[in-house]
């Protein structure tokens, strides 16, 4: 038997929506953005090294990895990955031997990955950016501890909106 949805009917309009519209529609449209300069700020990095063997997508996939072993399933719901080709992906970093992978003991399906010693290697990298960057954002970002609590605490609570709109179809 499953069990029922319940839908929440929500007024067309609100008193808040005037408010609340053109700031959200523009955190959207920051988030997006952001996303995507994160990448460039990547690429920018490997560029600078003179690397074009991965790219900023696959870099990030390998620094979000680290010292885990993960199905290629958990990349996904566990945040790891953003894109939709997760598997194109992985196969191509596996063939180019930035990842181990290895069939599951327990369920054959299943194929484990974790980094090779050439994937320690890129995931160093975003490491030494991030770090970089956590040393310099405060004085020449402008950024401080307290603005990015607010920032996070925004932004966790939208990330849990929205999975409350999938899951229940608000």
């Known amino acids: 038997m499953k069990a029922a949805i319940k839908t929440i009917d929500v007024p067309e309009t609100s008193s808040a929506a005037p408010d609340v519209q053109p700031l959200y529609i523009e955190a959207l449209t920051l988030v997006e953005r952001l996303h995507r300069r994160l990448l460039d700020v990547i690429k920018d990095e490997f560029d600078r090294r003179g690397r074009s063997d991965v790219n900023s997508v696959q870099a990030l996939l390998l620094y979000n ?13 566990r945040g790891y990955y953003l894109g939709s080709n997760v598997s194109y992906n992985v196969k191509k970093l596996v063939e180019m031997g930035y990842l181990h992978h290895q069939r599951s003991r327990i369920d054959r399906r299943s194929v484990r990955i974790s980094l090779t010693e050439q994937g320690r290697a890129v995931h160093d990298i975003v490491k030494g950016l991030y770090d970089k960057h956590v040393r310099t954002v405060e004085q020449i970002g402008g950024i401080s501890s307290e603005e990015f609590k607010l920032v996070n605490t925004a932004l966790g609570r939208l990330e849990r909106f929205w999975t409350d709109h999938i899951r229940y179809r608000l």
């Open 65 to 77: 990895i680290g010292d885990k072993e993960l199905t290629a399933g958990e990349l996904r719901t």
